[in-house]
């Protein structure tokens, strides 16, 4: 299976900052990678499809222009949290798909947990 | 609207037991359906990954049955073990290239 890493696993921010998490694909050329958010007590829930040299897809709900995404390569994505808030405090998790050699099956990420103060 | 639902939501049972986790689904037209495992404040490790014309899977002392046509599927843990301690997440997506809709997890606590 694919191997995903992110940047940083945690962080602890002020209000108004900005914060940039970063999910690398190891060993795999992803075309495709995808941004959850995970709440306390909570499933997952996807905020973007991020493709690779074009804008992403945001799921209904999500601010584009809050979380801006980046997949500048077939190894990197990048999620923002711009003008973060105490309510953007989250985990955060990347996946990869794996469409091209095992059937859409999706590999994760460590995730980040975002603290905003 | 695809909708994934998980029961129980919790569950806790003796060291050595066998257990089920159910998973339903309301839109069999489904390409796969993955189970997951997630321990606290940690990312997804997959566990079991069904493709839509296979009916189970096997890993270890993991089985996973998949029935389209009914929404459902059952994870099954062997001989339960203190460290199978976790949150178990299904997640199915409705394409080959679509995304994928997670359940809300059934937390597993497995007392030595």
């Known amino acids: 299976g694919a191997v995903v890493s992110q940047h940083p696993s945690w962080v602890i921010c002020k209000s108004g900052t900005s914060v940039k998490i970063e999910c690398r694909s190891l060993?795999?050329?992803?075309?495709?990678m995808f941004w959850y958010r995970q709440f306390p007590k909570q499933s997952l829930m996807l905020m973007a499809t991020?493709?690779?040299?074009?804008?992403?897809?945001?799921e209904q709900g999500v601010e584009k222009d809050k979380f801006l995404i980046n997949h500048a390569s077939l190894t990197l994505s990048t999620l923002t949290v711009t003008s973060a808030h105490p309510e953007d405090s989250s985990f955060y998790i990347c996946?990869?798909?794996?469409?091209?050699?095992?059937?859409?099956?999706?590999?994760f990420g460590p995730g980040t947990r975002l603290t905003v103060l | 609207k695809q909708e994934v639902t998980q029961i129980p939501a919790a569950l806790s049972v003796p060291e050595g037991e066998n257990l089920v986790l159910n998973c339903s689904f309301t839109d069999s037209a489904i390409y796969n359906l993955q189970w997951f495992r997630q321990d606290p404040g940690k990312g997804l490790t997959s566990l079991l990954l069904i493709q839509s014309s296979q009916r189970e899977q096997t890993s270890g002392r993991l089985n996973a049955s998949l029935d389209k046509s009914s929404g459902r599927s059952t994870l099954y843990i062997a001989a339960s073990q203190p460290g199978d301690s976790a949150t178990y997440l299904c997640a199915v997506p409705k394409t080959s290239y679509d995304k994928v809709i997670f359940g809300p997890g059934t937390s597993l606590s497995v007392i030595p």
């Open positions: 060993d795999f050329q992803a075309t495709t």
């Open positions: 991020s493709n690779e040299g074009s804008k992403a897809t945001y």
């Open positions: 996946s990869v798909d794996n469409s091209g050699i095992s059937y859409n099956e999706q590999f």
